[in-house]
T-cell receptor
Framework: EAQVTQNPRYLITVTGKKLTVTCSQN?????MSWYRQDPGLGLRQIYYSMNVEVTDKGDVPEGYKVSRKEKRNFPLILESPSPNQTSLYFCASSLFGSVSYNEQFFGPGTRLTVL | KNQVEQSPQSLIILEGKNCTLQ??????????LRWYKQDTGRGPVSLTI?????NTKSNGRYTATLDADTKQSSLHITASQLSDSASYIC????????????FGTGTRLQVFP
């Protein structure tokens, strides 16, 4: 089944404890992206990747890191999480970032709470 | 500033009734407009994608319209079902090269029997 998977789905952690949220897609998509969703706000892009070894900042990159060493995986790293990073995180992928009509597929979400 | 605004914020209707959700945008350059359905606790799922040259597009009981001149879109749901209860998010793609999406805050629809 074609899908975007994220792990973990739920995570409670404490301030300053490094964590990684994994994202994997099995559709051979070039483009991958991370978003966060907060109440009253639309999804906001954190980082995106047009292809392997190509990453760029989105609208809210502060406090996050990403890497794209292989096509299928795009982990989101929080080196020193803070309470303001408590949010619902979505990973998404699409076939080609440069093609306007292609659809983005979203993962199931990771609910992160930082105490 | 590129923005997407949706109305109403929330809507309650009875099963079997129709409803229309609104979206206004100020994104430039405009590439296309999408409507997503997001069930509680799940990721958004695409309903339609429309370019500036498409005025109307249907997906089952969902019909989206786009007026590129006034920068407005609507999503009409016909004969609503309980399973239509979800958030509906209007999303505009900015430009043609980076797949950057600008998201509205969504309309929360609740369908009651």
């Amino acid at each position: 089944e074609a899908q975007v998977t994220q792990n973990p789905r739920y995570l409670i952690t404490v301030t300053g404890k490094k964590l990684t949220v994994t994202c994997s897609q099995n559709m051979n998509h070039e483009y991958m992206s991370w978003y966060r969703q907060d109440p009253g706000l639309g999804l906001r892009q954190i980082y995106y990747s047009m292809n392997v070894e190509v990453t760029d900042k989105g609208d809210v990159p502060e406090g996050y890191k990403v890497s794209r060493k292989e096509k299928r995986n795009f982990p989101l790293i929080l080196e020193s999480p803070s309470p303001n990073q408590t949010s619902l995180y979505f990973c998404a992928s699409s076939l080609f970032g440069s093609v306007s009509y292609n659809e983005q597929f979203f993962g199931p979400g990771t609910r992160l709470t930082v105490l | 500033k590129n923005q997407v605004e949706q109305s109403p914020q929330s809507l309650i209707i009875l099963e079997g009734k129709n409803c229309t959700l609104q979206c206004n945008y100020t994104v430039s350059p405009f590439s296309n407009l999408r409507w997503y359905k997001q069930d509680t606790g799940r990721g958004p799922v695409s309903l339609t994608i429309m370019t500036f040259s498409e005025n109307t597009k249907s997906n089952g009981r969902y019909t989206a319209t786009l007026d590129a001149d006034t920068k407005q879109s609507s999503l009409h749901i016909t004969a609503s079902q309980l399973s239509d209860s979800a958030s509906y998010i209007c999303v505009v793609r900015e430009g043609d090269n980076t797949d950057k999406l600008i998201f509205g805050t969504g309309t929360r629809l609740q369908v009651f029997p």
